[in-house]
Nanobody
Framework: QLQTFGGGFVQAGGSLRLSCEAS????????KGWFRQAPGEDRQFVAA????????NYADSVKGRFTISRDNDKNTVTLQMNSLRPEDSAVYYC?????????????????WGQGTEVTVSS
């Protein structure tokens, strides 16, 4: 089970922080990632982190603005989003995959959170 926290409404240039907490000790070292889906669009990769936090991967559109991190003691993954743009508006999903990661492909993730909405106004 994945619980997602954060999201909301922010003006362009602002920041938001998303967190996702997983349950179950078996998921602690899973690869973790964030995806987003805007209305009328396909779900797209945002960021991913490998099992020990030492390797990350980002979509080109968010590089230098977003940072993914994880805390294996708390079994959480966090997405810090800075310099937000209106085109970042979407429902954001955290995901867990049983491999080591980091994975950009959505089909490598077996578990998905319920999604949290991010709206960035211009």
């Amino acid at each position: 089970q994945l619980q997602t926290f954060g999201g909301g409404f922010v003006q362009a240039g602002g920041s938001l922080r998303l967190s996702c907490e997983a349950s179950g000790r078996a998921t602690i070292y899973y690869a973790k990632g964030w995806f987003r889906q805007a209305p009328g669009e396909d779900r797209q990769f945002v960021a991913a982190i490998n099992w020990n936090g030492k390797s990350t991967n980002y979509a080109d559109s968010v590089k230098g603005r977003f940072t993914i991190s994880r805390d294996n003691d708390k079994n959480t993954v966090t997405l810090q989003m800075n310099s937000l743009r209106p085109e970042d508006s979407a429902v954001y999903y955290c995901a867990l995959g049983t491999g080591r990661g980091p994975f950009a492909a959505s089909d490598l993730y077996e578990y998905w959170g319920q999604g949290t909405e991010v709206t960035v106004s211009s």
